[in-house]
């Protein structure tokens, strides 16, 4: 079964504290994404993973950093954590790079 | 820039009622043209894609045509359910300058089908 999976689901920080977002695909899929959704914008893209240790910017990386050391895990790091990082924040997957991308169900992160 | 706009920020229906979202985009190239549904609690996921190759696409009842002169990938469908209740999101695949490719969301539209 064709999966993404991210952990924690909700998550609830104070200011300066620091963040792991963790995602997991079982698909074998070389490309993997995080984004950020917020009301009225839609996602943005933060980050891009073409594979293990190939990691390009997105449209809004300030503030955040990636991780990839196996194909079938991305983690996203706030350093220092912000209150306008609050937001849903996706991970997401695909087998190419104009191919269907496949999303997991997204961390609510609260930064108080 | 490359960008995706959905004027309609919510629409409410009642069941059996003919569904019109609007979508227009803007680049210079000719992308290939999504529409993502995103149901409560879950993450966006696949309802149609449509490349320049075959200019429209369908499914689950719901069609979308893409139109270069008018630069519009409107997303329709006949008939809603309560089921289709959710946010449809137009979406824009760009070539980066980088080479690589991504997807250009819009700002999503509301749908509320009433029973």
């Known amino acids: 079964d064709m999966k993404v999976t991210q952990m924690p689901r909700y998550l609830i920080k104070r200011m300066g504290e620091n963040v792991l977002l963790e995602c997991g695909q079982d698909m074998s899929h070389e490309t993997m994404y995080w984004y950020r959704q917020d009301p009225g914008l839609g996602l943005q893209l933060i980050y891009i993973?073409?594979?293990?240790?190939?990691?390009s910017e997105g449209d809004i990386p300030k503030g955040y950093r990636v991780s990839r050391k196996k194909r079938e895990h991305f983690s996203l790091i706030l350093d220092s954590a912000k209150t306008n990082q609050t937001s849903v924040y996706f991970c997401a997957s695909s087998s190419g790079d104009q191919d269907t991308q496949y999303f997991g169900p997204g961390t609510r992160l609260l930064v108080l | 820039g490359n960008s995706v706009t959905q004027m309609q920020g919510q629409v409410t229906l009642s069941e059996e009622e003919f569904l019109f979202i609007n979508c227009t985009y803007s680049?210079?190239?000719?992308?290939?043209l999504f529409w993502y549904v995103q149901y409560p609690g879950e993450g966006p996921q696949l309802l149609l894609k449509v490349t320049t190759a075959n200019n429209k696409g369908s499914s689950r009842g719901f069609e979308a045509t893409y139109d270069k002169g008018t630069t519009s990938f409107h997303l329709q469908k006949a008939s809603v359910q309560e089921s289709d209740s959710a946010v449809y999101y137009c979406v824009l695949g760009d070539l980066r300058s980088s080479g690589s490719w991504q997807l250009i969301f819009g700002s999503g539209t509301q749908l509320t089908v009433m029973p």
């Open positions: 680049t210079t190239g000719y992308p290939t």
């Open positions: 993973s073409y594979d293990v240790d190939s990691n």
